[in-house]
């Protein structure tokens, strides 16, 4: 497919009928899937109206569509309000070249990076040599942010996030709350809104006996295994992929995902995304629609009351097609912690909204995201088939500062390798700011900020290596390279709750604008964060509607 091509039919939008005869009837192959494609299909179906019309006026307009906007959207249409979304990726809802939406995590493609000519994969090296390659520029699934001494993974496209991850549904221990959000009252959120949230988004832990015999876990058992061994608790990790989609998948019924390596660049089948979650629901109320490949640019007081918003529409190029003004009552800013944060940035100091404070662009943090791995003895193999999603965890927060994810290296042969990602207590936080020689908003991260967290992982990982007498892999980040301290797929805050935003996210100075996603954050959640993130939202959502609407 040539960009011509990839262009053309990216640019007709959604089809219901395209969506139907192809997700829909292969993710029909079994009951549960086939009503996780109805739900998909309605989601799609948000955006089948077409984008939105230069000269509008909505109600209210949320930009994004992660786990924040999915969660107003709906709790907005379900109070009556009609609602529309903004999201500067696509639909995902065309299956491409091979039949399938998204490209598989051991070959990417011109589906998997967002404008880019050469991938940018958090494992930039395997068995000693540099495993990206050129790609067409293309308005891809997963950005590659760089944001001086950091490079931010986000999900592109109508799901945000949810898209991209490995779907671990992890609520934080009640213990530590405290630290995640001072402001927040722990019996609401862990009585009310954490349940509300892990039951919208469809989570479940792994069965326990299918575990221990999988051939698709023996990394996870590995790592079970090594963390026992040394004392430290290895926890089962909730998660919203579908379980017995993956049962079937190891028994050969139904199309692989997990079991195919799927995750980086998005899952085919059996992950429970937003367009099968929140975002089903909220186009199942008819008050919600979607536009993508659109990119909010401004946000001003109207004069007639309101905001007026400037939207771009872009290509799968990336370059602008169409700018639209229009106008909304409320604005909802969802586009994660560096999109909002960056837009928050501009529109401070570029004087469309110079009531903004000065909080604005404070707190941000990489949720002490840093990678290893540990090469094996040959009697302890991890197994050439490894599901991508990971079930399980090492937690050492109390005594050392580091949970790890036991992680896949979903490559297809035996690489004898144990791969972790923690999440660490690291205190350092960034701050965006606004460079108007260059007219973009900066983060003034710095590399040498990862150094607690390496040091808070090594709590766990040292003392592993001592007792079964092994090392790190040092293969996987470069040459000679051990730790993966460059990224993180955690960006937290930015627009700090009870901050920049009064304690249910209304931002300080204008009456209608709230924030509504992980840049509420200051930081950090101790586990992933994106349960944190929609009980969250769910908490906040509430309050607006019950006072402010």
């Not at 009503?35 to 089948?48: G, I, N, P």
């Not at 989570?203 to 040394?230: C, L, N």
């Not at 909220?282 to 009351?305: C, E, N, Y």
């Not at 290893?372 to 399980?392: E, K, V, Y």
Request: proline share 5%.
């Amino acid at each position: 497919m040539n960009d011509t091509t990839m262009h053309n039919k990216a640019s007709r939008g959604v089809s219901r009928r395209r969506f139907i005869t192809g997700t829909g009837s292969i993710l029909g192959a079994v009951t549960l899937s086939a009503r996780t494609a109805s739900a998909q299909e309605q989601a799609v179906a948000a955006a089948a109206a077409g984008p939105i019309a230069p000269g509008a006026h909505v109600a209210a307009l949320v930009i994004g569509t992660g786990y924040g906007g999915s969660v107003a959207a709906l709790r907005l249409a379900q109070a009556g309000v009609d609602v529309h979304m903004i999201e500067m990726g696509m639909a995902w809802d065309t299956p491409g070249t091979d039949g399938k939406i998204f490209a598989n995590t051991t070959s990417p493609d011109y589906r998997s990076f967002w404008l880019r000519t050469r991938t940018k994969q958090p494992l930039s090296n395997f068995l000693g040599f540099p495993i990206d390659k050129d790609v067409p520029r293309y308005t891809g699934i997963l950005d590659a942010e760089e944001m001086g001494g950091i490079i931010v993974y986000q999900g592109r496209g109508v799901g945000g996030g949810s898209l991209v991850n490995g779907g671990m549904a992890v609520t934080p221990k009640r213990e530590n709350f405290a630290a995640v959000l001072p402001s927040v009252n722990a019996d609401e959120m862990y009585g009310t809104y954490y349940p509300r949230a892990n039951a919208a988004l469809g989570v479940s832990t792994i069965d326990p006996a299918w575990f221990d015999t999988t051939e698709a876990y023996q990394y996870a058992r590995v790592g079970r295994k090594h963390a026992q061994r040394s004392g430290f608790p290895f926890v089962f990790v909730p998660d919203v992929y579908d379980w017995d989609y993956m049962k079937q998948e190891a028994l050969g019924t139904v199309p692989k995902s997990a079991l195919a390596g799927e995750i980086l660049y998005g899952n085919n089948y059996g992950k429970k995304s937003l367009q099968k979650t929140y975002l089903a629901q909220a186009a199942a109320t008819g008050r919600v629609t979607i536009s993508p490949l659109h990119k909010v640019t401004s946000v001003a007081p109207a004069s007639s009351g309101g905001y007026t918003v400037v939207i771009d529409q872009i290509n799968t190029n990336g370059d602008t097609t169409t700018t639209k003004t229009v106008t909304a009552d409320r604005v909802f800013f969802a586009a994660g912690s560096v999109g909002t944060s960056k837009l928050l940035v501009k529109l401070k100091a570029t004087g469309a909204l110079p009531g903004l404070n000065s909080e604005i662009g404070q707190g941000w943090g990489d949720n002490g995201n840093v990678m290893c791995g540990r090469a094996n003895h040959l009697w302890d193999p991890t197994g050439a088939l490894q599901s991508s999603i990971p079930c399980g965890g090492i937690d050492n927060w109390a005594a050392g500062g580091a949970f790890a994810e036991v992680a896949p290296l979903p490559t297809g042969i035996e690489t004898f390798a144990s791969f972790y990602l923690s999440i660490t207590k690291n205190p350092n936080r960034a701050q965006f700011t606004w460079n108007a020689a260059t007219g973009k908003a900066e983060l003034n991260w710095q590399t040498a900020w990862k150094q607690p967290s390496i040091d808070m992982a090594k709590s766990i990982f040292d003392k592993i290596n001592a007792t079964e007498g092994t090392i790190y892999r040092t293969d996987l980040f470069g040459v000679y390279k051990i730790w993966g301290d460059h990224l993180t797929y955690h960006p937290l805050g930015g627009a700090v709750l009870n901050k920049a935003t009064d304690n249910y996210g209304r931002l300080h100075g204008y009456s209608g604008l709230y924030v509504i996603d992980g840049s509420l954050i200051p930081g950090n959640t101790s586990v992933n964060p994106f349960v944190t993130i929609t009980a969250l939202a769910e908490r906040n959502i509430e309050k607006i509607i019950a006072t402010d609407l």
